[in-house]
């Protein structure tokens, strides 16, 4: 090979090899690329998910108040009544019997009254008449005998006999007239007999009172939940024979971690769905939350309304997983918190760090609503800049954006974030 031709192949040769060299030195000194995100304005909502389950308005526990045999009853568990229905019937044969002697025991006081009050007063009126007549009669014959005497005619026996006619029939007027002011409208015995009509008829009152026991009605529109007697069985007092659930608007109960009290308000808007029935979502809102905390639980009960017509198919005491939306930002400037450089300050600000023009840069960012994926940029950032995500350079060194493998905001406020039932805060920029 000639001279001149193996020169210049050992020229090539060394330009080759000084190539490689630069290139690897290039690639090797060449800034690191960093997952980054471009910073856009974007919905942000934030959310609340925790267990409820469903409660009556009002749990009722019907019993009876006498003691009996139960010979019907008339509603299965889960039926629906209406105010006033019958539910339960004992036996009451005896009931009625006792009604109806209070019943004759009253007629018999009311006759006794009308009778006072009708011949009663018309004898004592003519007995009165009578015994005037009979005064009349013999206050003249007293006078007749006191002339005979006084000529002789007669003896003092005919005068002591003519007085005590007269002595007799002034205490006869006497008595009758006191029998019938007796009769009269405010007469003791009219007032004796009236008040055995009232005490008769107090004994009819509870005599039908009683019979009226006999049968259990509904207290107002309601569910039965609870079936508890069958007939047959003798039933006491103060035992509970059926449990209903008035109607009502539904209401959901749930448990919330006390941390998260400061996030929850009356009215808040709610997302429902029951374990059972995970496609079938409803709203809610959120009624009240108690006053007081559960010291052993260290959670705080919330109780919720359905303002339209609840699902069918709920059920007492069933499982519901509840979303309540605690904050949304409808266009805010969405800082992921994967951005988010050491732990937050206590005036809500934070550090995070920036490309720009290709150096890293440090800066405090001050920070509105938060959520699980996002915060809201309130100053410190604007929209269009590149921040960078998880472990970054120093600040002042240079680096690349790598934003291919970053969703947008927009992206991310698409999704839904899972929160673990019982009050973890769920976030979602957007829906």
């Given at each position: ?7 210049v192949l050992f020229v090539l040769l060394i330009a080759v090899v000084a190539l490689a060299v630069a290139a690897t030195a290039w690639w090797a000194l060449r800034p690191p690329l960093v997952p980054a995100q ?141 029998q019938r002011a007796a009769v009269a409208d405010r007469g003791s015995e009219v007032a004796q007999a009236q008040a055995q009509l009232a005490l008769a008829q107090a004994a009819v009152d509870a005599a039908a ?223």
């Amino acid at each position: 090979m000639p001279r001149r031709l193996r020169f210049v192949l050992f020229v090539l040769l060394i330009a080759v090899v000084a190539l490689a060299v630069a290139a690897t030195a290039w690639w090797a000194l060449r800034p690191p690329l960093v997952p980054a995100q471009v910073l856009q304005p974007a919905p942000l909502v934030r959310s609340l998910v925790f267990a409820a389950r469903v409660a009556a308005p009002q749990r009722v526990d019907l019993g009876t108040t006498v003691t009996g045999r139960v010979l019907a009853v008339r509603v299965a568990e889960g039926a629906t009544v209406r105010a006033g229905q019958p539910l339960v019937q004992l036996e009451d044969a005896e009931l009625r019997a006792t009604l109806a002697q209070a019943r004759a025991s009253a007629s018999q006081a009311a006759a006794r009254l009308a009778g006072l009050r009708s011949t009663g007063r018309s004898a004592a009126q003519a007995t009165v008449a009578q015994t005037d007549s009979t005064l009349v009669a013999a206050q003249a014959e007293l006078r007749r005998t006191q002339d005979l005497v006084a000529q002789g005619f007669l003896s003092q026996a005919r005068l002591d006999d003519a007085q005590r006619a007269v002595a007799v029939a002034q205490a006869q007027l006497a008595g009758a007239s006191a029998q019938r002011a007796a009769v009269a409208d405010r007469g003791s015995e009219v007032a004796q007999a009236q008040a055995q009509l009232a005490l008769a008829q107090a004994a009819v009152d509870a005599a039908a009172a009683r019979l009226a026991q006999a049968q259990l009605l509904a207290p107002a529109d309601a569910r039965v939940l609870q079936r508890l007697v069958e007939p047959g069985q003798i039933v006491q007092p103060g035992r509970a024979l059926l449990a209903l659930a008035l109607q009502g608007p539904a209401q959901l109960l749930g448990q919330v971690d006390e941390r998260y009290l400061g996030q929850l308000q009356p009215g808040q808007a709610a997302s429902v769905v029951a374990d059972a029935y995970p496609g079938q979502r409803f709203a809610a809102r959120v009624l009240s939350i108690a006053p007081l905390v559960d010291a052993q639980r260290g959670a705080v009960e919330v109780k919720l309304a359905v303002p339209q017509a609840a699902p069918a198919f709920l059920r007492e005491d069933m499982t519901l997983s509840v979303e309540v939306e605690t904050g949304r930002r409808e266009r805010a400037l969405v800082l992921p918190t994967a951005a988010l450089v050491g732990a937050l300050a206590e005036d809500g600000s934070a550090q995070v760090h920036v490309l720009q023009d290709g150096q890293v840069q440090a800066r405090w960012v001050r920070l509105g609503l938060r959520t699980l994926d996002g915060a809201e940029v309130l100053s410190g950032l604007a929209s269009g800049d590149v921040v960078l995500l998880g472990a970054s350079p120093a600040p002042g060194r240079r680096a690349r954006a790598d934003t291919s493998l970053v969703a947008s905001a927009a992206a991310v406020g698409a999704s839904r974030s899972s929160a673990d039932v019982g009050g973890t805060i769920s976030g979602a920029m957007g829906r």
